[in-house]
């Protein structure tokens, strides 16, 4: 019994691609029979338990030493100026006439990395030290960035309250970061480091999919009506979506190739092309509301199927280079 329960719960994080689009298809036919808006008061608590596995053993230090400096610079650039201008441009141009879903667009672009930027990272033999630094500092950047971005860039469309959106912040990231490092201390007085990466560590993604879903759940639910009276939305937010990643994977690639060692490009892809796509939807669905997150829960369906791709084909025709030791 209590293995069959362990499959159950393990089951959503080791197939996300399968995952993701039975819940939107449960959410959109639940939500076309049913009123699902009590549920958005509890949006913003799952999104703080989606983030908060992530957070415990977060090593918030690795943002300050130095090196590995050269891809550092390089995937902040990417991340803070060049991908930000990509999605701006295709919201300009693509979806000025869906001011929300260019919202959650300008979102994602927003929050660079995830926990799966370092686990892409080892899985194609790349940099994992550069990996967690960049995605360490980069939330933390992305952070405290966010709402300024999302002022200037979408904030004559719709309505960005600043202060309400670092409040929103601080409850999402900086709140689990701060129960997460109390967690991790805890967890290290009884347990040994090893037995936290063996024992604890696995349950963790877990508990954070199957916040996450619930928040897929709601922000479809809540939408689904709109959707069968806009059919052209999904298609619309998919198109935009494929050419924003195809972009992304494209520039990462060249730049990884001319400018860094295989290791390092093979970090500064996944660091830059995968996006903090639980953050952003906790954010999208509280700051924007469902339509807005609508555009971040397809991107969770393109973001793994597309790294997945990415990282058999670099590695089968070495778009990046032989695979070296560090």
């Known amino acids: 019994m209590m293995t069959m329960l362990k499959k159950i719960f393990h089951w959503p994080g080791k197939n996300l691609v399968l995952a993701i689009p039975i819940v939107l298809l449960i959410g959109f036919?639940?939500?076309?029979?049913?009123?699902?808006?009590?549920l958005k008061k509890y949006i913003l608590v799952a999104t703080v338990l989606?983030?908060?596995?992530?957070?415990?053993?977060?090593?918030?230090?690795?943002?300050?030493?130095l090196s590995h400096w050269q891809v550092l610079v390089t995937s902040l650039l990417l991340n803070f100026i060049v991908i930000p201008g990509i999605a701006y441009i295709l919201g300009k141009t693509l979806l000025t006439n869906e001011p929300l879903l260019f919202a959650g667009l300008v979102l994602a672009s927003l929050l660079p990395t995830s926990g799966?930027?370092?686990?892409?990272?080892?899985?194609?033999?790349?940099?994992?030290?550069?990996?967690?630094?960049?995605?360490?500092?980069?939330l933390?950047?992305?952070?405290?960035l966010a709402p300024w971005y999302l002022l200037v860039m979408v904030g004559k469309l719709i309505p960005v309250n600043?202060?309400?959106?670092?409040?929103?912040?601080?409850l999402v990231v900086f709140l689990p970061m701060l129960l997460g490092n109390i967690t991790y201390r805890w967890l290290m007085k009884k347990y040994?480091?090893?037995?936290?990466?063996?024992?604890?560590?696995?349950?963790?993604?877990?508990?954070?999919?199957?916040?996450?879903?619930?928040?897929?759940f709601s922000s479809i639910s809540m939408k689904a009506k709109m959707i069968v009276e806009n059919p052209g939305?999904?298609?619309?937010?998919?198109?935009?979506?494929?050419?924003?990643?195809?972009?992304?994977?494209?520039?990462?690639?060249?730049v990884g190739k001319l400018l860094l060692k295989r290791n390092d490009a093979v970090a500064l892809v996944y660091g830059t092309v995968m996006r903090n796509l639980s953050l952003s939807l906790g954010l999208a669905v509280t700051t924007f509301g469902p339509k807005a997150a609508l555009i971040v829960t397809?991107?969770?369906?393109?973001?793994?199927q597309g790294a997945a791709w990415y990282g058999k084909m670099a590695e089968k025709r070495q778009w990046l280079g032989k695979p070296q030791t560090a």
């Open 140 to 144: 933390i950047l992305g952070s405290l």
């Open 50 to 65: 989606m983030i908060y596995p992530t957070m415990i053993g977060f090593k918030i230090k690795e943002a300050f030493d």
């Open 192 to 216: 040994t480091q090893q037995e936290f990466q063996q024992k604890i560590k696995p349950i963790f993604p877990s508990a954070s999919v199957w916040a996450m879903l619930f928040v897929i």
């Open 233 to 254: 939305l999904i298609g619309q937010a998919l198109t935009v979506l494929a050419v924003f990643y195809l972009l992304n994977f494209f520039l990462s690639t060249v």
């Open 162 to 170: 600043v202060q309400q959106t670092f409040i929103t912040i601080a």
């Open 116 to 138: 799966m930027t370092i686990s892409w990272t080892m899985l194609f033999k790349g940099n994992v030290a550069a990996a967690v630094k960049i995605t360490a500092i980069s």
């Open 29 to 38: 036919m639940v939500g076309y029979q049913w009123d699902t808006s009590f």
């Open 298 to 304: 397809l991107a969770f369906i393109l973001q793994v």
